[in-house]
């Protein structure tokens, strides 16, 4: 008789495209989180938590890149009720999309306009790459219901606002306007307006969306029959004859070294377009709302070359880009690129209630920003851990639980020790481990004595690392203190370090 095969063991790892994060990883994506929404709610906007699963119907033909129900996101469809199919669902692939279902379902309940702001995971069914990940976290601010090109204004400045709160300095920045009723312009004026050139029309956004990426030489060949990547894979072109082509690359070279010369320039390309002289006209009006709370070009630019590739926007689009330099894998300096992006989407909600509701609204990328920060050195190293208290008798423990409490209602992190006490120096291991700054030592003869051993942990890596025998002798970092001392003993070293 054959024996039974035994069942593999699972992989113990993250599947493709995911990673885990850790300690101070997560301690500063939740700072960051929490210095944003306080600029948020500084500008009036109020919190929203949305479902993180929506129909696929929810979501629409805005996925990216779409062509069956479940491409570009994680989606699945539920098990059949009798005769009627089961409804298609989806992880949300931004927070934009959920809000328009949330405001169609509790439209009587919400002001208008209706401010809100989200911050969560997404995730999208897409190739992933180095730094790219299939679940990353947004952070949202929105308005919902308001028509004039102010909101789209007031979003630019918030979003310079985050950016500055969360300590990317002035100059390391820029906010990038443009106005997709201009691009619409050049289209039309480029021969392809009409219901018969969407396809044409959406493979042009999303190739001048890869422009810093590809360049002009990339952009062009994508606007042409189509380029292939250095991995081999094949991307169809819109097909453009060379005449359309030279139309939409000189509308991404409109740019000029001022606001009112770009927009000069753009009235030549969209003359004969009523949309495209709307857009460069709001366009105008923004740079003269920003310029008057104080955002001049230093901060917030007027771009052409910024379309956003998702097909919901209507209006003004914006994105944030990092100008200073970074090394690639291959040491190679580039410029880290942007970190959030948004603009206006009249037609999204539309889907739901058959009525036209205006909005606007910036997502910002937190890894991408923190993986910014790590780059120019302004994020702290490893967090600093709990204070460990060490147990030299199991049949204390109560007596350092006291302790832990003490340290605790003092506002202090920290633990005892949970494994096992046997070995003093594991303990000690632990606590380099978990980056102690301070170990608490109380053993037979101490309690005697009403004392507890203090050791500065981070007093004696110093030391370890440059400290000569004479100093070793002169500074000690482990020394005791008189029991009910303990705490303002530990916060002594803690402000001392921090």
Request: aromatic share 8%.
């Amino acid at each position: 008789m054959a024996k039974p095969k035994k069942t593999p063991r699972p992989k113990a790892q993250a599947p493709k495209g995911f990673r885990d994060y850790f300690g101070a990883e997560v301690t500063h994506r939740a700072e960051m989180l929490s210095k944003i929404a306080a600029v948020y709610q500084r500008y009036g906007f109020d919190a929203l938590e949305s479902s993180g699963v929506e129909t696929v119907e929810a979501l629409g033909k805005f996925l990216p890149d779409v062509d069956r129900p479940n491409e570009g996101v994680f989606a699945w469809q539920e098990d059949a009720e009798g005769d009627k199919p089961g409804d298609w669902l989806a992880l949300r692939y931004d927070l934009t999309a959920p809000l328009a279902r949330v405001y169609a379902q509790h439209r009587n309940d919400l002001p208008m306009p209706y401010r809100r702001y989200a911050m969560g995971p997404v995730w999208r069914n897409e190739k992933p790459g180095p730094g790219r990940f299939r679940q990353f976290y947004q952070c949202d601010a929105d308005t919902v219901g308001a028509p004039s090109v102010a909101a789209d204004a007031e979003i630019c400045a918030m979003l310079a606002d985050c950016l500055e709160e969360v300590g990317i300095a002035r100059g390391d920045y820029v906010v990038r306007v443009n106005n997709r009723k201009v691009l619409n312009g050049v289209l039309e004026v480029a021969g392809l307006a009409g219901d018969d050139k969407d396809a044409e029309r959406g493979i042009v956004l999303r190739a001048i969306d890869k422009l810093d990426r590809l360049g002009p030489e990339g952009v062009r060949a994508l606007l042409g029959e189509g380029r292939k990547d250095d991995s081999g894979d094949f991307t169809k072109g819109a097909g453009l004859a060379d005449a359309q082509a030279d139309v939409v690359m000189g509308f991404m070279q409109a740019k000029r070294d001022s606001g009112a010369k770009t927009v000069a320039r753009l009235r030549e390309l969209v003359a004969g377009s009523d949309v495209g002289v709307q857009g460069v006209d709001e366009l105008e009006l923004i740079s003269d709302l920003l310029a008057a709370g104080g955002y001049g070009p230093d901060r917030v630019e007027i771009d052409p070359s910024v379309v956003r590739g998702l097909g919901y926007y209507t209006g003004p689009v914006f994105e944030a880009e990092l100008t200073f330099e970074i090394k690639d894998e291959k040491g190679r300096a580039r410029n880290f690129g942007s970190v959030a992006g948004g603009g206006r989407y009249d037609d999204l909600v539309k889907r739901f209630t058959g009525q036209e509701v205006p909005a606007t609204g910036v997502s910002i990328g937190v890894d991408r920003l923190l993986a910014a920060l790590a780059a120019k050195g302004r994020l702290a190293g490893e967090a600093t851990g709990p204070v460990v208290v060490t147990v030299m008798d199991r049949d204390r423990m109560a007596d350092y639980q006291a302790m832990v409490a003490e340290l605790r209602q003092a506002g202090i992190r920290a633990e005892v020790y949970l494994g096992n006490p046997k070995n003093f120096g594991n303990q000690m291991k632990y606590a380099d481990k978990r980056q102690s700054p301070v170990v608490v030592i109380e053993g037979g003869d101490e309690q005697d004595r009403g004392v507890v051993q203090i050791k500065d942990m981070v007093l004696g890596a110093q030391m370890a690392q440059d400290a000569s025998h004479d100093e070793w002798k002169e500074r000690k970092n482990q020394y005791e203190v008189k029991r009910g001392d303990l705490v303002q003993a530990v916060r002594d070293i803690l402000d001392r370090t921090s």
